[in-house]
């Protein structure tokens, strides 16, 4: 092996040693680099992912800060505007609670009122009644047949206000406790047959007649006094917003499973838009018709219902022959 060949191996040897520590100090460092870049963005989704689960405390590191210095930054830029919007929604939903809390007192109060207000206006018109019936049973003297009609209309008009004071009382009652049903084996025929006959004299006024049709002749299980509630509440209600010299039918059907009470008047009906909230709190038509109304009947009846694990609901026709039906369902 001659000097040049010698030379030339020396000189390869040193040029591919230096290379090869050349290139393993860069591989060190690009891996030192790698492990950097690693960790920041490690750090970068762990702050993400705790913001993601309510933690608002989390905050990108020093090492992320120093990897991803403007994506770190706007990170915790939106974690303190975060922060911010979220103590805003505390505080209006503080204000807001404040202000519920004191809506819900004064309705508390417009509820005491009430029906504090309808329970003391219950024994006079309770007297009333007692004195319109020695009146016609001629307890204080033989009437004429004029003195003996108008009486009978203020005994109906009596019976009316009876029946509204009730409801509102009930209502009350609903309000402040759950209701809490007594149920017997009864006979439903002779439950809304004597609805009727009580309720007879207030459509008579009017010279609206009610009709009753019946398929049904099995005993259910039930509240009577709640059902009979709810059967006053309706026929009162069809022979408010009925024609004079018209009528009202009743009827009582069934299927396999169920049984319903249709209660049927003709002559005004509810529009499209209105009967989804018929049976809402306060919700009345009445006043169109010039007709007194609280809104608590229909809302009452189907409290009463739905206790029952029944439903209540209406049909109403504003073509042809206006009619408006109200059906209860109840279980067999």
């Known amino acids: 092996m ?15 040693i230096v290379a090869f520590v050349y ?23 762990k702050t993400i992912n705790s913001v993601r689960y309510g933690n608002l405390f989390e905050r990108i590191n020093n090492e992320t800060l120093e990897v991803f210095p403007k994506l770190s930054k706007s990170v915790n830029s939106m ?37 504090t207000l309808t329970h003391d206006l219950k024994v006079p018109i309770l007297a009333e009644k007692n004195m319109l019936s020695f009146l016609l049973d001629n307890r204080f003297g033989e009437l004429n047949e004029k003195q003996h009609q108008a009486l009978m209309h203020l005994k109906n008009s009596n019976k009316e206000l009876v029946e509204l004071v009730e409801i509102i009382l009930e209502t009350y009652k609903l309000n402040e406790t759950k209701i809490e049903l007594n149920k017997e084996e009864i ?18 006024t009017d010279n609206i007649q009610i009709n009753y049709w019946t398929e049904y002749q099995e005993r259910i299980k039930l509240d ?37 009470i249709k209660i049927t008047n003709y002559g005004k009906s509810i529009k ?22 609280t809104g608590l009947g229909l809302y009452l009846s189907n409290k009463i219902v739905e206790a029952h694990k029944g439903k209540i609901f209406v049909e109403s026709n504003e073509e042809n022959e206006k009619y408006t039906t109200f059906i209860i369902e109840l279980s067999r």
Request: glycine fraction near 2%.
């Open 23 to 45: 290139l393993f100090i860069r591989y060190t460092n690009l891996k030192k680099t790698f492990s950097k870049y690693q960790r920041g963005l490690c750090g970068l989704l």
């Open 187 to 204: 006979d439903a025929n002779r439950l809304i047959e004597t609805t009727i006959e009580e309720m007879r004299p207030i459509a008579d």
């Open 224 to 260: 009577e006094f709640y059902i009979k509630r709810v059967l006053k509440n309706l026929i009162l209600n069809a022979i408010s917003f009925s024609e004079p010299s018209s009528k009202i039918d009743v009827a009582l059907c069934n299927n396999d499973k169920n049984i319903y």
């Open 272 to 293: 499209k838009e209105e009967l989804k909230h018929v049976f809402d709190k306060y919700y009345t038509t009445a006043k169109k018709f010039r007709k007194v109304g």
């Open 79 to 115: 974690i303190e505007s975060i922060v911010d919007r979220e103590d805003m929604i505390k505080e209006y939903q503080n204000d807001l609670n404040k202000k519920i809390d004191v809506l819900t007192e004064v309705e508390e109060l417009k509820e005491d009122f009430v029906a």
């Open 2 to 16: 001659n000097a040049y060949v010698f030379a030339f191996l020396i000189i390869f040897q040193a040029v591919f």
